[in-house]
């Protein structure tokens, strides 16, 4: 990785960058993770607003908990990855969810930007007060299973879900 990255808030300033971070995403016909690069960007300003208004816990759906989204960015201003750290768990988190979700572009994926990103979050999770972090990932995601571990990840007890998916479970003490 020979670009500095780093973390910002979602804004509209960078609406070009993520727009073409979305649509590498869409074209590659993967899943969208985090979650909420699945949100439609159309009303650009209105999805840069809500994601504000997750973090701040208004707006929430019934039963879900605040968030805040951060996108990587490296010096270029291009938009790399995206995190979304969840303020808590609910049960469903706590199986298969976990306090962190991110993803990294498909075009800029094995030049270490997940490591990096994954580190930065942990500092974004310390701010909120998170002293044990737990970050998951399918059996499968050999990369973010290194990811997690390279960032202090204590494996725990596996979730299997209800399709048979094995999610691997993992916590990062960040006291």
Same mark, same amino acid.
């Given at each position: 990785?020979?670009?500095?990255?780093?973390?910002?808030?979602?804004?509209?300033?960078?609406?070009?960058?993520?727009?073409?971070?979305?649509?590498?995403?869409?074209?590659?016909?993967?899943?969208?993770?985090?979650?909420?690069?699945?949100?439609d960007p159309a009303d650009f300003?209105?999805?840069?607003?809500?994601?504000?208004?997750?973090?701040?816990?208004i707006n929430l759906k019934k039963?879900?908990?605040?968030?805040?989204?951060?996108?990587?960015?490296?010096?270029?201003?291009?938009?790399?990855?995206?995190?979304n750290i969840r303020h808590g768990?609910?049960?469903?988190?706590?199986?298969?969810?976990?306090?962190?979700?991110?993803?990294?572009?498909?075009?800029?994926?094995?030049?270490?930007?997940?490591?990096?990103?994954?580190?930065?979050?942990?500092?974004?999770? @310390?701010?909120? *007060? &998170?002293?044990?972090?737990?970050?998951?990932?399918?059996? $499968? %995601?050999?990369?973010?299973?290194?990811? !997690?571990? @390279?960032?202090? *990840? &204590?494996?725990?007890?596996?979730?299997?879900?209800?399709? $048979? %998916?094995?999610?691997?479970?993992?916590? !990062?003490?960040?006291?």
């Open positions: 990785m020979d670009k500095s990255v780093y973390l910002v808030g979602p804004t509209v300033e960078l609406e070009e960058e993520y727009l073409s971070f979305y649509e590498e995403w869409k074209e590659s016909g993967e899943d969208m993770i985090p979650w909420v690069i699945e949100k300003e209105e999805m840069v607003r809500d994601l504000h208004n997750q973090a701040k816990g039963g879900w908990v605040p968030d805040s989204t951060f996108w990587l960015v490296d010096d270029t201003r291009r938009v790399i990855g995206a995190v768990l609910t049960e469903f988190l706590l199986n298969g969810g976990g306090h962190i979700g991110y993803g990294i572009r498909p075009s800029e994926r094995r030049k270490g930007h997940a490591t990096r990103l994954l580190a930065l979050s942990l500092e974004k999770t @310390k701010d909120l *007060g &998170i002293q044990n972090v737990l970050v998951v990932c399918d059996e $499968g %995601n050999k990369g973010s299973l290194r990811t !997690i571990v @390279k960032n202090g *990840g &204590i494996p725990d007890k596996d979730y299997i879900e209800e399709d $048979g %998916n094995v999610v691997k479970r993992f916590w !990062i003490h960040n006291g």
